[in-house]
């Protein structure tokens, strides 16, 4: 019963005590001789982030970071139960329940029963991570300080308040010859400083040891030092006060300017011996001043006279209708003309940079052209072929020089670019009609021989029917005959047209209501349609009606034809004046201008020039007459006629007649039939 109560009094205590060991700061841990935990206190708890119970019953290595760190403990505690030696504390590491790692000294004890038996361990725990990276912070900065002073160029001495130097870094072994030994505990006045400074030291010395000033403190000054061997040197001395415990500490940093001084000295003279020849040059400068104003005046004036110059020759350039460029050896084009741009349909920032190569029809060209400049150094009139930006090809005549540096060698090519396209176009033209003319005088000496063979053979004829009989053999081959004879009548009829023009009859008349009409009579097929596309105030024309119905008539059986399985023929008619700069092979004046557009197979290039020729024909039915009466016709009524065609895509006739001298006439027509 005594046991017992023994038991439960020792319990009591047992609990009042670890209650107190709760209310306490201190990090209290207890664990049995197995490293089992047995009590951990609040604070032990919080410093490693867990909840209370947690901990009670798992093993203290749990709580250590790394497998070395269980290792060392495991070691450590079988010391502990097997020998006990005397308790002294030691430093680990713990690992709290989020993973940081804190470092802790641990003070510890036995627990022993009241026989000595033991029970465990008793621990008081510090953090001491706080006092660690401070430690590792100042070992990193004694570390950088010895490398800083170790490697500076400057002395870096350090005298306590006596005067003494404490301190004496590489550079200062250097600059003063002194070794480490040799300085340390030397009065820095008497040891480094000529005797004129001493008593001025003694003075300072008192201020400072009081309160860490002086006259130098906190200043950078400039004086006179010694070294081992005697001679003295300027340096400049940097000096600043530091407090070590209740003691002043100065700390000096020493440079030697004696080159710097050397330096200044020379400086000083040259400077001496600038302001000399300053002085000397000024009187000359001012003269030549004056002569370099009056050649500024002059030079301003021939800048601005070629500047002038410069924008009369860029206005020229501007203006000119001509296209005038520049180009470099391999073709880039440098500058352009605003003609350049028009003729080639390029903007400027397309074709500047662009090579002049990709503008010609044939490639070889530029080269052949290149050959030809560079070997006679220009060209005149030279006949290129080059193509537009949509692709439109045309006939040019190049005059261009050659471009050279200083040194004569060829950097380029410059000059100008005329389209001669048109030209070329009315020249054929012109040509066209003087071979036409030559042909419609033989055509007609030839048609009036013709037809007077005709009317002798076509009176004998109808003398030779008048005497048989109709039904008789005779009688019909006369007939058959004469219908031969009255064909090759009919020809002669479109010799003469050609040759003469039918003599047209000329009379004021509408051309809006013939091209209706001729279209109505021509195009009957259901698979051919016609659109009409007449201006309101069309002017009536001046010519003969009936011939110009025929040549309509032609366009649109050539059109017909051209498209066998059907399309639509378009037909425009409007108002143009022709000017003396317009590339048409027409006197200046007001026309009509009567466009006849189909859909059809189109005409091959190589035909196009050959259309209006007397009997040249692609139709195997054809007379070649057609096209060649219509161009007669149009050229005796003071017209032209002018076709575009792309094979495959259809043909367009352009007609031009000019107008009647009497007022236009209004007329409103747009018609789809």
């Known amino acids: 019963m005594i046991f017992m109560q023994d038991e439960v009094h020792c319990q009591q205590r047992n609990a009042e005590y670890r209650a107190f060991l709760d209310t306490i700061p201190c990090y209290v841990l207890e664990n049995d001789p197995s490293g089992r935990i047995t009590f951990c206190n609040r604070a032990y708890l919080a410093m490693l982030g867990y909840a209370e119970g947690e901990l009670i019953g798992k093993s203290t290595w749990d709580l250590l970071p790394s497998a070395a760190d269980k290792t060392d403990f495991k070691n450590h505690l079988f010391?502990?139960?097997?020998?006990?030696?005397?308790?002294?504390?030691?430093?680990?590491?713990?690992?709290?329940?989020?993973?940081?790692?804190?470092?802790?000294?641990?003070?510890?004890?036995?627990?022993?029963?009241?026989?000595?038996?033991?029970?465990?361990?008793?621990?008081?725990?510090?953090?001491?991570?706080?006092?660690?990276?401070?430690?590792?912070?100042?070992?990193?900065?004694?570390?950088?300080?010895?490398?800083?002073?170790?490697?500076?160029?400057?002395?870096?001495i350090m005298m306590d308040d006596d005067g003494r130097i404490v301190f004496w870094n590489p550079a200062a072994e250097k600059i003063f010859g002194y070794s480490q030994e040799e300085a340390l505990g030397e009065v820095l006045h008497l040891f480094l400083t000529p005797s004129q400074y001493h008593e001025f030291y003694r003075k300072g010395i008192s201020q400072f040891r009081e309160c860490g000033t002086g006259p130098a403190v906190g200043k950078t000054i400039e004086l006179m030092a010694t070294r081992k061997d005697g001679c003295e040197f300027p340096i400049e001395l940097s000096l600043s006060a530091i407090r070590n415990g209740k003691k002043w500490h100065a700390i000096g940093i020493v440079r030697d300017i004696t080159e710097r001084k050397?330096?200044?000295?020379?400086?000083a003279k040259y400077r001496s011996h600038l302001e000399e020849?300053?002085?000397?040059?000024?009187?000359?400068?001012?003269?030549?001043?004056?002569?370099?104003?009056q050649e500024i005046e002059e030079r301003k004036r021939a800048e601005e006279a070629m500047l002038d110059s410069q924008m009369k020759y860029r206005a020229l350039v501007e203006d000119s209708r001509d296209a005038i460029y520049m180009v470099s050896r391999d073709g880039t084009f440098l500058d352009v003309n605003?003609?350049?741009?028009?003729?080639?349909?390029?903007?400027?920032?397309?074709?500047?940079?662009?090579?002049?190569?990709?503008?010609?029809?044939?490639?070889?060209?530029?080269?052949?052209?290149?050959?030809?400049?560079?070997?006679?150094?220009?060209?005149?009139?030279y006949e290129v072929r080059l193509k537009k930006k949509g692709g439109q090809e045309m006939v040019c005549l190049a005059t261009f020089t050659l471009r050279r540096d200083i040194d004569g060698k060829i950097l380029g090519y410059q000059g100008i670019l005329r389209d001669i396209t048109e030209k070329r176009k009315i020249e054929a033209e012109m040509l066209k009609i003087e071979k036409l003319e030559s042909i419609s005088i033989l055509a007609g000496g030839i048609a009036h021989d013709f037809n007077n063979i005709l009317t002798a053979i076509l009176g004998n004829f109808a003398i030779a029917k008048a005497q048989s009989k109709p039904?008789?053999?005779?009688?019909?081959?006369?007939?058959?005959?004469?219908?031969?004879?009255?064909?090759?009548?009919?020809?002669?009829?479109?010799?003469?047209?050609?040759?003469?023009?039918?003599s047209p009859i000329k009379a004021r008349f509408s051309v809006a209501d013939l091209l209706q009409d001729s279209a109505k009579l021509t195009l009957r097929r259901n698979k051919v349609r016609c659109e009409f596309s007449i201006a309101e105030d069309l002017c009536p024309v001046e010519g003969d009606s009936s011939q110009i119905s025929q040549v309509i008539h032609n366009l649109l059986i050539n059109a017909d034809q051209a498209m066998p399985k059907g399309g639509t023929v378009t037909i425009k008619a409007e108002n143009i004046n022709v000017g003396i700069n317009d590339l048409y092979p027409l006197q200046k004046g007001q026309y009509v201008k009567i466009t006849v557009e189909d859909e059809g197979i189109g005409i091959p290039p190589q035909n196009l020039k050959k259309i209006f020729d007397p009997y040249f024909t692609t139709k195997e039915m054809g007379s070649g007459l057609g096209l060649a009466v219509t161009y007669s016709v149009v050229k005796k009524h003071g017209g032209y006629i002018d076709v575009e065609s792309t094979p495959g895509r259809g043909s367009c006739f352009s007609l031009y007649l000019p107008v009647s001298d009497a007022e236009p006439s209004v007329w409103e027509r747009y018609t789809t039939l």
């Open 79 to 156: 010391q502990l139960t097997e020998k006990q030696p005397a308790p002294t504390p030691f430093v680990t590491k713990n690992k709290t329940k989020d993973g940081n790692i804190i470092d802790i000294e641990v003070r510890w004890d036995y627990v022993r029963d009241s026989s000595g038996r033991l029970l465990g361990f008793i621990s008081f725990v510090n953090d001491i991570t706080s006092q660690r990276l401070a430690q590792e912070e100042r070992l990193l900065f004694d570390e950088q300080y010895r490398t800083i002073t170790a490697t500076a160029k400057d002395a870096i």
């Open 262 to 267: 050397l330096a200044e000295e020379e400086l």
């Open 277 to 293: 020849k300053v002085q000397e040059r000024t009187v000359e400068l001012m003269r030549v001043n004056e002569q370099l104003k």
């Open 338 to 381: 605003k003609a350049t741009i028009d003729l080639f349909g390029y903007t400027s920032e397309e074709i500047i940079g662009m090579n002049v190569l990709s503008l010609y029809v044939n490639p070889a060209d530029r080269y052949r052209f290149q050959e030809e400049i560079e070997r006679h150094g220009s060209v005149r009139d």
């Open 471 to 502: 039904g008789e053999i005779v009688f019909d081959r006369l007939a058959a005959a004469e219908k031969a004879a009255l064909r090759a009548n009919d020809l002669t009829r479109q010799f003469l047209i050609f040759a003469q023009g039918g």
